[in-house]
């Protein structure tokens, strides 16, 4: 028998993901000789499971919770009856699109595309189903899979996470929602305004318990006003069944309760996936369960680099193709001065109703690195445009430095944050300050303007 052949190549980049393509278009376009592993299905956790297929299916939600307040608008009322199965056709037939786009991209013959799982078998080899590879540098980007928790009688009743979420087709007239953060929120207000009965279960004092909790508090406010039962404050203790409905008891600020449901969605989290890697032999080392990296995406192995949700530093995509593209640059440029991560701009939005949108530091993170700032806010109720939307939960908050006005945070709750973040992500790309926010014209009457009131009350502390 032949002995196997060894391929060699400047850059192998494991998983295709928005992390790995980015990392491997980077690395190809500086004139690297680029492989990419990926055992499929190709596309990513974005678009397959992940921001595509949710923000569409949120759409439909959307648009029905509109069509419930119709009379508030003058117009008469509507009978809007959900067609699960008919969201979810919808819902695929884009993603499919969207994937077979990533998929042509990967397929690109600048590439070599080995659909196989890979393993590593010293820092520079890996073995991917029958074929053995080397290279100079490599990028691990296998992203993450749900967090499997131990709570006990959990596995014994059963539950569904976000992936089969996305694949119902009968709508449950019930549902215990355990989690607070972006997909446990968004599932629960989809389904809640589809007319299943949503109760939400979230451990800490508040839904989005890593931000400010003056964000978090405008969307309990609209889940409970939209029948949505939201529990905080709370313990998982135990899960029990008793015919097709499926009971979760937990303590509630210390006393205990129970609820009980046809179906539980698990969205406590996920986990990087570094599952089988043999991230031993390439002596790539780990911190709590995440593959540790410096800000240029190096592991402790200085030619291997780590980007997207594998590295547990920020699971959002845009951050992860910003690292993958750092990386893909380091790994091809060697001997070059390296490029690195500024996490100054970071940025997060969950697709709730109201959003929720943030951009750099928030008064929680001030505090604990003991960072002086400004802040001021302004509620979007007294706001003439929002008010005409009838789109009045939440507000806007600015932060910025005593000494100089220079925006270092800025976060909003409400209408259309998703979009209005980005007038303060520039502002802060380039360094501007409260001045600046005023200075720069803002049509009338648009959401946007309310961004200039608390810059007027932050001028106002400044002088």
Request: hydrophobic fraction near 40%.
């Amino acid at each position: 028998m032949a002995p196997e052949k060894l391929m060699n190549y400047d850059v192998i980049i494991i998983g295709g993901g928005s992390a790995g393509y980015a990392a491997a278009r980077t690395a190809r376009d500086e004139g690297a000789k680029v492989a990419i592993i990926d055992h499929g299905p190709l596309g990513g956790l974005c678009i397959l499971r992940g921001c595509m297929p949710t923000k569409t299916i949120l759409r439909s939600s959307d648009v029905m919770s509109l069509m419930h307040r119709a009379e508030e608008f003058g117009l008469h009322p509507v009978v809007a009856k959900a067609n699960l199965s008919a969201i979810i056709d919808r819902k695929a037939r884009l993603i499919q699109e969207f994937a077979d786009y990533r998929i042509e991209s990967l397929k690109d013959p600048r590439f070599t595309l080995y659909q196989e799982h890979a393993q590593f078998l010293s820092p520079t080899e890996v073995q991917a189903g029958p074929h053995r590879l080397s290279a100079k540098s490599f990028i691990i980007s296998t992203g993450s899979v749900v967090s499997r928790i131990p709570i006990p009688g959990l596995e014994e009743v059963g539950y569904i996470t976000s992936d089969e979420a996305l694949e119902l087709r009968t709508l449950p007239q019930s549902m215990t929602i355990l989690g607070g953060g972006a997909v446990a929120l968004e599932f629960a207000q989809f389904f809640s305004r589809l007319g299943t009965l949503v109760t939400l279960l979230q451990r800490s004092a508040y839904i989005l318990s890593d931000g400010d909790e003056d964000l978090a508090r405008p969307v309990e406010d609209r889940f409970r006003e939209e029948g949505m039962t939201v529990f905080t404050s709370t313990q998982l203790q135990h899960f029990s069944q008793a015919g097709s409905l499926k009971t979760t008891h937990f303590l509630h600020n210390g006393k205990e309760q129970s609820v009980s449901a046809e179906v539980i969605l698990q969205a406590l989290g996920r986990r990087p996936n570094i599952d089988n890697l043999n991230l031993d032999k390439a002596k790539v080392e780990t911190h709590q369960g995440a593959i540790t990296v410096s800000n240029e995406m190096r592991t402790s192995t200085p030619h291997i680099f780590a980007v997207g949700d594998v590295n547990g530093l920020r699971e959002i995509v845009h951050i992860a193709i910003q690292e993958g593209e750092i990386a893909g640059w380091n790994a091809s440029h060697p001997e070059a001065s390296p490029r690195k991560h500024d996490n100054r701009l970071k940025t997060q939005v969950v697709f709730t109703d109201p959003q929720v949108a943030n951009v750099g530091l928030s008064e929680r993170e001030c505090t604990q690195q003991g960072i002086s700032y400004l802040t001021a806010s302004y509620p979007f109720n007294d706001h003439g445009k929002a008010m005409c939307l009838g789109e009045m939960h939440g507000h806007v908050k600015i932060l910025c430095r005593p000494q100089t006005g220079e925006l270092i945070g800025g976060h909003i709750v409400g209408p259309e944050a998703a979009e209005l973040i980005h007038e303060l992500i520039t502002i802060m790309y380039y360094h501007g300050t409260v001045h600046d926010m005023l200075r720069i014209p803002h049509y009338h009457p648009t959401l946007a303007e309310i961004l200039t009131y608390p810059s007027e009350e932050l001028v106002e502390k400044l002088q």
